[in-house]
């Protein structure tokens, strides 16, 4: 008998659903935003990178040591009963995690190589980004493409202030003349 209502309640409930009658919440989630950059070129316009940065908000564990102040209690016994006096107190520490939000931008794009044949010293087509960070710290990412035609880049940051590019002309081990602007590809707002 309860096998019989078990199948007749989740009869109900399944054709319910496929009526629409019960609908059931989604989750609210913040779709990422994306927006574009360049395109941007070299002095000579003989290299040009352009592309597409994500914005996405996530938040993530972080473990740490959280440190707090211990007492340290002289016990004795007098008359039958427990007395404890605290004498002093003693750092201690223990392993605690706490929610951080970030921010991850994914910049995407295309290095595109328009003279790869001639002198050597301007063979390649460079794109170097300089990423500035919350703190104001900045570190570079550096791309080249020696070959005919366009070649894909990209790269992940996370807890950015500023993201600006400079296309250069350069050979195989870094860029040597042709430099064109730093130009924006991302600001925080």
């Known amino acids: 008998m309860r096998f019989i209502k078990k199948l007749l309640v989740s009869g109900g409930v399944a054709a319910a659903l496929i009526t629409?009658?019960?609908?059931?919440?989604?989750?609210?989630?913040a779709s990422p935003f994306v927006g574009d950059w360049g395109p941007y070129y070299s002095a000579d316009h003989k290299a040009e990178a352009e592309g597409k940065f994500v914005?996405?908000?996530?938040?993530?564990?972080?473990?740490?040591?959280?440190?707090?102040?211990?007492?340290?209690?002289?016990?004795?016994w007098k008359h039958g009963e427990k007395k404890c006096k605290i004498v002093g107190w003693k750092w201690d520490k223990k392993w605690s995690w706490k929610w951080e939000e970030?921010?991850?931008?994914?910049?995407?794009?295309?290095?595109?190589?328009?003279?790869?044949w001639g002198?050597?010293?301007?063979?390649c087509a460079w794109a170097v980004f300089k990423i500035e960070d919350l703190d104001g710290h900045t570190s570079f990412e550096k791309f080249r493409n020696c070959d005919k035609g366009s070649d894909w880049i990209g790269f992940h940051a996370t807890n950015v202030n500023t993201i600006d590019v400079q296309v250069s002309r350069g050979n195989?081990?870094?860029?040597?003349?042709?430099?064109?602007?730093?130009?924006?590809?991302?600001?925080a707002v």
């Open 20 to 29: 629409g009658a019960v609908v059931a919440p989604t989750a609210a989630s």
């Open 55 to 76: 914005v996405d908000h996530g938040k993530k564990k972080v473990w740490y040591w959280e440190k707090f102040k211990k007492p340290i209690k002289k016990c004795w």
């Open 102 to 116: 970030y921010t991850k931008i994914s910049v995407k794009g295309e290095l595109t190589n328009h003279k790869w």
């Open 119 to 123: 002198d050597k010293k301007y063979k």
């Open 172 to 187: 195989h081990f870094g860029p040597k003349g042709f430099f064109g602007p730093w130009s924006p590809v991302y600001e």
